[in-house]
C-alpha cells in the first residue's frame, strides 16, 4: 500500500449497530470528507406520529460518538421520561424512544413537514451533531420492509424486529415501496473508488439499499468489498444466522454472504478460519469483531489495505 | 349553610396556575362529580409540531397532584434532556418543554389526528392521570390571543409571556379566531347552580372563556361568583396588576376586577381590606392567597359558603 493507491472516495453501505459500528472505523481510519454513508431506510417507520429512521440514527449517533455501546441502540446517558408518560397514556408503548433520542425525531419532522428532503435533513442533523463523514438515506421517499412469518403473517419490519423480537421465522423479506435512489446516492457510488458493504444483515439492510433503481449501474464503476456478518457460522448481533438458511437455502456462514453477493464483489473480508472456498472473489480474512472503537478502526484499515491491493490490481489489468 | 342549599353542580372558569389552584381546592371541597373546569385555550399554540395546551395542562396535572409548585409551571420530577437536544440542533428552545410533560403533547397531537375533538383528549388524558373533576377547553376548535405592544407590535400570548418574558408594554389584547364555545361547556354552564371565576387574569385568561359566542347566554342561570386575582394592588403572580390600568383604565385593585366583570357577578371574593365599594356585589373579604395545598381547599370551602348564601338568597327572592 502506498500513498497514490490509496482509495480517496470511499461509499460504506450500512445498516444499523454492525455497519455503524464499521462506518466508524472508517471515519477514523480515512481522511476527513473521504467517507460517505448510505444507509437503510427501508427500516423507518412513524410512530407517535414522528418519523423514525433507526438505521439512518443509529450511524449517525455512532459516527457522532454519542450512541450507547453497551445497551447497543440509542444514545448514551439517555432517559426515558417521555415513555413513562406514554405508558401511562396508554399510548404506545413497546418501542423505546428516549427523552435525548426524541429531539432527532422532532426536528426531522419539522424539518420534513416544511419541506426539506430526509437527504437535506440527515445532513442538517448530521452537522449539528459533528458527524465526520457524509451520510445519506438510499432514498428520499419512504418504502417499508416487510416481513412474511410462518406464525404472525406480514409484519413491518419494527414489529417483528422490536415488538415481536424477531422470533417469529421469516419466510419472506420485501420492500412495500420502491423509491429510487436519492441523487445524492447515485452521484456518491458513480462517484466512488470503493465500496464496502458493512457487517450488515444482507436481507434487510443492504439488499434495500441495493436495489433502490439506479445503485446497480451505479455501482459499475468502482471496485465493491464486503464484510461478513457472519463469524464462525453465527451472526455477531441479530436475527441473521436463522435467516440465511430460510431464505438462502444453505448454511450461515461467510460463503453465504459471499454467494448472496454474487458477481457484485472483487473481495469479502471475514473471520481468521472463515475463508469462504469461492473463485472470482478475493479474500481478507482477519479479526473481524468489533469489541471496542480501536477494533473498528483496525478493522477499517485492514479493509482498506485490502481494497488498495483489488484497486491497484484493477489498475494493471 | 344546610345540605339542602349547598350546591351540586359547581363550574369553575380558570387559567393556569392561580385558577388551577383554586380547582385543586374546590376538587376536594366539593364531592366527587360536583366539578367541572372549563379552561382558556387562547393560550395554546404549536411548538415542535405539536399542539401546546398550557393552561389546560396546568389544570390537569394541578388536579392530579403532579405539577411542580415550587417552579410554578410542569410537572415535578421533570427533566429536559429533549430540550437539550434540540437546542443542540438549532431548535425552538425558548419555551421549556420538559421529557414528561412531552408525553402529553405527543399523546394529543396523535389523538387529534386520529380526529378526536380538542375535548374528547383531555378527557382521556385526565382519566389516565385520575383527575378529580371534569376539565373541558372552552373550545374544539383553536383560536389565539394575540397581545399588542408598544414596543414590539402584535405577538401571539406565548410569545410575548414566555418568550418576552410579558415585559413589552400591552395596548390590546385580542383574539384571532372565534371559535364557538363546546357543546360541552354550554350544557356544563347552563346546567350548573355555580359558576366561579377562579383567580386568574380577566384579560388573557377568562375574558376569551367568557366571549366565546354561547358563553353569555348559558350564564343567565346559575350564580357567577369571581375571586379576585388582585390582593393588595398587586398581582399574585404574572402581568395582571400592569394591564389593568392600560387595558382598565384604573388602579389594579379588587374593585377593577369587580367592574372589569360588571353584572355578570352576583358575588367577589376577596382579600381582607380589598373590599370593594361596589353596590350590587355581595363581597366576601377572606384569607385568598394560596401558599399550600391546605390553602386552596380553605379558600375553596370559603368560596362556597359564600356562594351558598348567595344561592339561598336568590332562592327566597
Given amino acids: 500500500m502506498n500513498a497514490r493507491s490509496a482509495p480517496r472516495r470511499v461509499v460504506a453501505l450500512s445498516g444499523g449497530v454492525g455497519g455503524a459500528r464499521f462506518a466508524y472505523g472508517l471515519s477514523r481510519a480515512l481522511e476527513p470528507g ?3 454513508v448510505i444507509v437503510n431506510t427501508g427500516d423507518d417507520f412513524t410512530h407517535w406520529g414522528l418519523p423514525i429512521c ?10 457522532a460518538e454519542l450512541s450507547d455501546d453497551e445497551r447497543g441502540w440509542g444514545l448514551k446517558d439517555e432517559t426515558f421520561h417521555a415513555l413513562e408518560g406514554v405508558r401511562r397514556y ?23 413537514a416544511a419541506g426539506d428532503s430526509l437527504t437535506q435533513v440527515t445532513d442538517t442533523l ?12 438510499m432514498a428520499d421517499e419512504p418504502c417499508r420492509t416487510m416481513i412474511d412469518t410462518e406464525r404472525d403473517g406480514t409484519l413491518p419490519f419494527q414489529q417483528w424486529f422490536v415488538g415481536r423480537r424477531a422470533e417469529p421465522k421469516v419466510q419472506k423479506v420485501w420492500l412495500d415501496g420502491d423509491p429510487p435512489a436519492s441523487a445524492a446516492v447515485v452521484q456518491a457510488l458513480a462517484g466512488a473508488d470503493l465500496v464496502i458493504i458493512g457487517p450488515s444483515n444482507p436481507y434487510v439492510s443492504i439488499d434495500p439499499i441495493l436495489s433502490r433503481p439506479g445503485v446497480r449501474d451505479a455501482l459499475r464503476g468502482p471496485v465493491v468489498v464486503a464484510v461478513s456478518p457472519i463469524v464462525g457460522g453465527r451472526a455477531v448481533k441479530g436475527p441473521l444466522a436463522e435467516m440465511i438458511p430460510a431464505l438462502g437455502g444453505e448454511p450461515a456462514s461467510a460463503a453465504a454472504i459471499a454467494r448472496h453477493y454474487g458477481s457484485l464483489l472483487a473481495g469479502i473480508v471475514v473471520e481468521h478460519g472463515d475463508e469462504p472456498p469461492i473463485r472470482g472473489v478475493s479474500v481478507l480474512a482477519c479479526d473481524s469483531i468489533m469489541k471496542n472503537r480501536e477494533d473498528r478502526v483496525r478493522l477499517a484499515r485492514d479493509c482498506l489495505a485490502f481494497a488498495d491491493g483489488l484497486l491497484a490490481r484493477r489498475a494493471n489489468s
Wanted: glycine residues 8%; charged residues 20%.
Fill in 34 to 36: 473521504a467517507l460517505t
Fill in 54 to 63: 433507526p438505521d439512518l440514527d443509529t450511524v449517525m449517533y455512532t459516527l
Fill in 90 to 112: 396508554g399510548g404506545e408503548a413497546w418501542f423505546m424512544l428516549g427523552d435525548r433520542d426524541l429531539a432527532t425525531h422532532l426536528q426531522r419532522a419539522q424539518a420534513l
Fill in 126 to 137: 448530521c452537522r449539528a451533531l459533528g458527524v465526520p463523514a457524509r451520510v445519506l438515506p
